[in-house]
């Protein structure tokens, strides 16, 4: 289940324009080297190395050692919180829970 | 196999079961704290609600009345959303229920809204396909609730 944490933590990382360039990137070519990452943008190696962890942590990308490289693709349920109907409709229903609360005190 | 989830709100409420029970069933006091609708509290009655479109979804909740036990127990239908695999907002076939018990300090009051299948189509989480334009869009909302 995906809590409203976990809603916000992938909807925080990919707030960030520059991360979701890097996201976006890694998610059309497949798999990505971070080198050629590094490469094919203007953002510095330790920034895009910041944005690939914070990827990863929010379970975003997921990452395969290959020697000296490091490959990244996007983790395939990564999305998940952000799509899942569940954590939408928990907040949802409890802000609506709260409004029938309010309507009830009104209408004492 | 289809995995189901279902949320849970639940709170004892100063007020009686018939108090609270008038707010669950009439159309208009629904209006106010849940969404325009043509309810009627009356087991297979057909009925909407209507909220803000997204994506390929009108914004259309079909419902049913399931159950309706007054000041005791009301359960309806709740289907909506959209069958596109890259929708934001999936195809849902659940169940709204909501129970009254008589406790201390008023009336128990529990929604459990039932049936949500856990997404599994993996073309949904295509971050390229056409409907990550729309994720994107929901990213700024989800951030503004959280």
């Known amino acids: 289940m995906a809590s409203a944490a976990q809603v ?18 890694i998610a059309r070519e497949g798999e990505v080297a971070a080198t050629s990452l ?11 190395s910041q944005h690939l962890r914070a990827l990863r942590e929010a379970g975003l990308v997921t990452e395969r050692r290959d020697g000296r490289h490091i490959h990244y693709r996007v983790a395939p349920k990564g999305l998940a919180p952000l799509i899942d109907w569940l954590g939408h409709h928990q907040t949802f229903w409890r802000e609506r829970f709260e409004n029938l609360e309010k309507l009830l005190k009104e209408t004492e | 196999m289809r995995e189901t989830r279902a949320i849970t709100v639940e709170k004892v409420l100063p007020y009686t079961a018939e108090k609270i029970w008038h707010t669950l069933t009439s159309s208009e006091l629904i209006a106010k704290w849940l969404m325009p609708n043509d309810f009627v509290a009356a087991v297979g009655h057909r009925f909407n609600f209507r909220t803000r479109p997204m994506g390929d979804w009108d914004g259309v909740v079909h419902c049913e009345v399931l159950a309706c036990e007054p000041s005791r127990l009301l359960r ?22 909501w129970t009254l018990t008589p406790a201390a300090g008023g009336t128990h009051l529990k929604m459990v809204h039932d049936g949500f299948v856990l997404p599994e189509n993996q073309s949904a989480y295509d971050a390229m396909s056409p409907g990550w334009g729309r994720v994107a869009d929901r990213i700024g909302d989800l951030t503004a609730q959280g």
């Open chain 1, 8 to 25: 916000t933590v992938v909807a925080k990382t990919l707030a960030d324009p520059t991360r979701r360039a890097v996201f976006e990137r």
């Open chain 1, 38 to 48: 590094v490469r094919g943008s203007k953002v510095s190696q330790p920034a895009v």
């Open chain 2, 76 to 97: 309806y239908s709740w289907k909506g959303g959209s069958d596109s695999s890259t929708s934001p907002a999936p195809r849902l076939d659940t169940s709204v229920t």
